[in-house]
Nanobody, 121 residues
Framework: QVQLAESGGGLVQAGGSLRLSCAAS???????????MGWYRQAPGKQRELVAGISSGGSTNYADSVKGRFTISRDNGKKVVYLQMNSLKPEDTAVYYC????????????WGQGTQVTVSS
């Protein structure tokens, strides 16, 4: 049962933009509006990292590497969290995942299939 479905990735040239979406269902959907959410990414040979987070109240935080270029947002009615990515760089190439936010995210067992973002130079 898919509970977090990421989409919107693709191949883009450096300087381009993409908008990722993550639709929540099942238990993630039921509690979506009260959960902090986050976007994460994992590049080949590297550990998964937090890219951006958004609280249930709409407060946001970003990794230093994406500040000023990425914007996270959410639509509680649609149970979707978005990541607008502008001025993309080759180092942004990774599989992007969404999940709940919070300081214990590294311990989460469930992860969706992710969406591949490839930025060419």
């Amino acid at each position: 049962q898919v509970q977090l479905a990421e989409s919107g990735g693709g191949l883009v040239q450096a300087g381009g933009s993409l908008r990722l979406s993550c639709a929540a269902s099942g238990s993630f959907g039921i509690f979506f509006s009260i959960n902090d959410m986050g976007w994460y990414r994992q590049a080949p040979g590297k550990q998964r990292e937090l890219v951006a987070g958004i609280s249930s109240g709409g407060s946001t935080n970003y990794a230093d590497s994406v500040k000023g270029r990425f914007t996270i947002s959410r639509d509680n009615g649609k149970k979707v969290v978005y990541l607008q990515m502008n001025s993309l760089k080759p180092e942004d190439t990774a599989v992007y995942y969404c999940n709940r936010g919070g300081s214990t995210w590294r311990e989460y067992h469930y992860w969706g299939q992710g969406t591949q973002v490839t930025v060419s130079s």
